[in-house]
Every structure is written in structure tokens, then in C-alpha cells.
T-cell receptor
Framework: AQSVAQPEDQVNVAEGNPLTVKCTYS??????LFWYVQYPNRGLQFLLK??????LVKGSYGFEAEFNKSQTSFHLKKPSALVSDSALYFC?????????????FGAGTRLAVHP | NAGVMQNPRHLVRRRGQEARLRCSPM?????VYWYRQLPEEGLKFMVY????????ESGMPKERFSAEFPKEGPSILRIQQVVRGDSAAYFC??????????????FGDGTRLSIL
């Protein structure tokens, strides 16, 4: 079965500093990977996805993610963090178990950006 | 464009009652997914529906839970005889096509179900 792991429950970073939120995956076949962000009492918002092509994927709000096949990782990055980036971030992989497509989510990483 | 609409946003039920959660997908979206999020956890897939059809219900508990997406009207997630363990946030997502076409899912703001 496909799975993703987010090894950090929380990431703390100072405003203006670069941020990284880690995600590793385990899939059979080609991975289709996604990042979503969740603000308090809200649903998930799509940030970016990797299907094929360039290993560096650019997404919404200045975020990008680097796909690394040898390390089976898909870390989310941003060059300069904002306080408003503070939220819960989820990595997800497309799973085709049972013949139908669904998303399998990681447990989430809480990002706290301090002024 | 209105996003995915879920109602109610908060629902309180006593043990043994029924809970009905509604989801109206984005305009033009015919694929609906339901997920459950327990506190401090990620989302867990429950069921995937297209209009009038349940496509994949592999994540749905075998008893007390059911889902539908009628030809007209919203998708409904129904939980009968609720228990304390059903307390969670339930999210609906929709997409214009299936994930096979790499369409991202758009999420509603969820229904937070509390069982007394």
C-alpha cells in the first residue's frame, strides 16, 4: 500500500528565514504526490503536486517542493517564511488500492512562524 | 465561484442519534470524496462517489455509516446510532474528474461532529 510519512510534528522558524517541511513516501510504481495546507477550522487548500517532469515543483503562495527519487522524499520549501504561513501542512500520495484513486495523507506537520 | 459547501459547520448529537452531513461540490464537479479527521491526525479516506454511484467505500466503517450522491442535491454522509468515537471533523472534497486525470481535490471547510 502507498503511504507518506511526515517525521516532524512541528516546525518552528523565524519570519524571513527559509522553511522546510519534510515528507517521505513509499509507493509501488510512479508516485503522484501532493501538498495541502489547513488553517484553523478550515478545509485543506491545495498547494502543489508532482506527477512527472521537473523535480522542483512550484506552487501557491511562494511554496515549492523538491521531488527526490533516490531519497523517496518530497519536502516542501519556501525561501522566506511569513507569519501568515503558520498552519498545518499535509503531504499526500495518490493510492490506487482497489482499482480506484484516493489520497492517502500524512499525519501533518504544524508550522509555526515567529515574528 | 462558490467552493465546496458543507453544512452544518458544527453538529452536536447525543449517543444513539443520527447525524446527517451535507456536501455540495463545486460547480461542474461530479466527483465527491469524504474524509474523516480525528484530533491531531491526518485525514482518512472514507468514500468516493460520483452522481448516483458509490465508486469506492473501502474506508467506510461497515456498520452505521452510509453515503449517497443523488442526481439532484448534495452528497449526504449519514451516521446512524452515533457513538462518542464518531466525534471528528468530516471533510468533503470534489474534483471535476477522477484522480486518474491528476485533478486536485478541492475541500470544504468541514463539519465538526461532537457526540455528547
Amino acid at each position: 500500500a502507498q503511504s507518506v510519512a511526515q517525521p516532524e510534528d512541528q516546525v518552528n522558524v523565524a519570519e524571513g528565514n527559509p522553511l522546510t517541511v519534510k515528507c517521505t513516501y513509499s509507493v509501488s510504481g510512479n508516485p503522484y504526490l501532493f501538498w495541502y495546507v489547513q488553517y484553523p477550522n478550515r478545509g485543506l487548500q491545495f498547494l502543489l503536486k508532482y506527477i512527472t517532469g521537473d523535480n522542483l515543483v512550484k506552487g501557491s503562495y511562494g511554496f515549492e517542493a523538491e521531488f527526490n527519487k533516490s531519497q523517496t522524499s518530497f519536502h516542501l520549501k519556501k525561501p522566506s517564511a511569513l507569519v501568515s504561513d503558520s498552519a498545518l501542512y499535509f503531504c499526500a500520495v495518490r493510492d490506487r488500492a482497489g482499482g480506484y484513486n484516493k489520497l492517502i495523507f500524512g499525519a501533518g506537520t504544524r508550522l509555526a512562524v515567529h515574528p | 465561484n462558490a467552493g465546496v459547501m458543507q453544512n452544518p459547520r458544527h453538529l452536536v448529537r447525543r449517543r444513539g442519534q443520527e447525524a446527517r452531513l451535507r456536501c455540495s461540490p463545486m460547480k461542474g464537479h461530479s466527483h465527491v470524496y469524504w474524509y474523516r479527521q480525528l484530533p491531531e491526525e491526518g485525514l482518512k479516506f472514507m468514500v468516493y462517489l460520483q452522481k448516483e454511484n458509490i465508486i469506492d467505500e473501502s474506508g467506510m466503517p461497515k456498520e452505521r455509516f452510509s453515503a449517497e450522491f443523488p442526481k439532484e442535491g448534495p452528497s449526504i454522509l449519514r451516521i446512524q446510532q452515533v457513538v462518542r468515537g464518531d466525534s471528528a471533523a468530516y471533510f468533503c472534497a470534489s474534483s471535476p474528474g477522477s484522480l486518474a486525470n491528476n485533478q486536485p481535490q478541492h475541500f470544504g471547510d468541514g463539519t465538526r461532529l461532537s457526540i455528547l
